[in-house]
């Protein structure tokens, strides 16, 4: 039996792309592991998934003062000796990377083994832990036409990101009967990631009095966010939503949201015009910035920077979009990036079936 090993981990954006391999990969008769850090996010969503799990001891490689940067090294080691035994042990025909730093001594471990590696990079630039990686792997995989220039020729590929079966089979019947909204009027989703969004949820927040009066909205506020007692006609909000994505996201006619890249990715998937609103240079390396500004480019994308939104810029672009929903729409349906889970599965099948 043919073996694929799996790893990534940090945030959730690090893991669910290899979520997204899972049944192409079970449906080929593959065997799969996955190695990830102690308790990190990814140990609970891959252990759910059951798929059998290894974590290892991992450290962060900072560019600021911390006083973790005197022992993380050490447990990067520590973490390469513990991937070296376990990639030994399993003898992987390919090692599949998303990422993040627990990554960084599984990849260093298969390059010592010879194992095949393809890694893949969500961001329009690479992070300092897959630009680590990116010289010990034999395929780069990423999402933008602009990241191929900063990758190795020979290496890159434009896959697009893995996109999760389930959410392409959303029902917009069932995602209004789980909301109790209409099918008669238009539906805005907006989601901030699982922490929420401070700025975009006191905005969208103050212009639903107006926003309503065309619009029902869905409104995914992040862990800890929601208003209690606040109930308005046509609105819902709720921390988190996991099962009911897919109703939730097929059910919606436009969405507000972040840039990261697995979202804008599951978006231009399921051909949703949206309202992209990049986290700021300020807080963040600023690689929201630049996905939003390729998926605005490309036409699939209306972008509000984070210094010009407010309560104008806001409903403004809201109706904007969904004024022009058609265009957007096109603009999805001709893209080329629309399969990720096949690209990507069919190189892991080539180095597994052919070697390097």
Same mark, same amino acid.
């Given at each position: ?7 990534g ?8 792309? /290899?979520?997204?391999?899972l049944?192409a &990969? ?8 996955y190695?990830g ?20 001891? *991992? ?9 973790k940067?005197? *022992? ?14 376990l ?10 990377s ?10 260093f471990?298969?390059?010592k083994?010879?194992?095949p ?7 329009? *630039?690479?992070? &300092? ?6 010289p ?10 602009? *990241? ?7 290496k ?16 917009r ?8 909204? %209409?099918? /008669?009027?238009?539906? &805005? &989703?907006?989601?901030?990631? %699982? ?13 639903l009095?107006?926003?309503?009066k065309?619009f ?7 862990k ?7 109930k ?13 994505l ?35 240079a ?20 209306y972008v509000?920077e984070?210094?010009?939104? /407010?309560?104008?810029?806001?409903? %403004?672009?809201i ?7 058609r265009?957007?729409?096109s603009?999805?349906? /001709? ?14 099948e ?7």
């Open positions: 039996m043919k073996r694929v090993l799996l790893t981990g940090g945030t959730a954006g690090h893991v669910t792309p /290899n979520l997204a391999l049944p &990969l079970k449906e080929k008769g593959y065997q799969v592991e190695i850090s102690y308790e990190g996010i990814e140990k609970q969503l891959i252990e759910k998934a059951g798929i059998p799990y290894h974590g290892i001891s *991992t450290g962060k490689l900072r560019r600021y003062f911390s006083l940067n005197l *022992t993380d090294p050490f447990r990067v080691l520590k973490g390469y000796g513990e991937a070296k035994k990639v030994k042990a399993y003898r992987p025909d390919v090692l599949f998303k990422g993040g730093f627990v990554a960084v001594p599984v990849v471990a298969a390059r083994y010879h194992i590696i393809v890694i893949h990079e969500s961001d329009m *630039t690479p992070g &300092l832990a897959n630009r680590l990686c990116i010990k792997a034999d395929k780069v995989c990423c999402n933008f036409p602009e *990241t191929m220039k900063h990758l190795p020729e020979e890159a590929v434009l896959s697009g990101s893995p996109i999760r079966r389930e959410l392409l089979q959303g029902e019947l069932a995602g209004l009967k789980f909301t109790g909204l %209409s099918a /008669n009027r238009p539906v &805005l &989703l907006m989601m901030g990631g %699982s922490l929420g969004s401070a700025i975009i949820n006191e905005n969208l927040r103050k212009i009095p107006d926003l309503l065309d029902q909205v869905i409104h995914l506020c992040g800890g966010k929601t208003v209690p007692g606040l308005l006609d046509g609105y819902v909000q709720y921390e988190y939503i996991s099962k009911e897919k109703d939730l996201m097929a059910a919606a006619d436009i969405v507000l949201s972040r840039a990261g890249a697995n979202s804008i990715c599951e978006f231009l998937a399921l051909h949703k015009p949206n309202i992209l609103i990049p986290l700021s300020a807080a963040s390396r600023g690689d929201q910035i630049l996905n939003a500004k390729s998926f605005e480019k490309q036409g699939y994308s509000i984070e210094e010009r939104l /407010n309560e104008e810029t806001l409903l %403004s672009g109706r904007k979009v969904y004024a022009e929903r265009k957007y729409i603009a999805m349906e /001709n893209s080329k990036l629309n399969d990720g889970v096949q690209v990507v599965s069919g190189l892991l080539g180095f597994c079936e052919n070697g390097r």
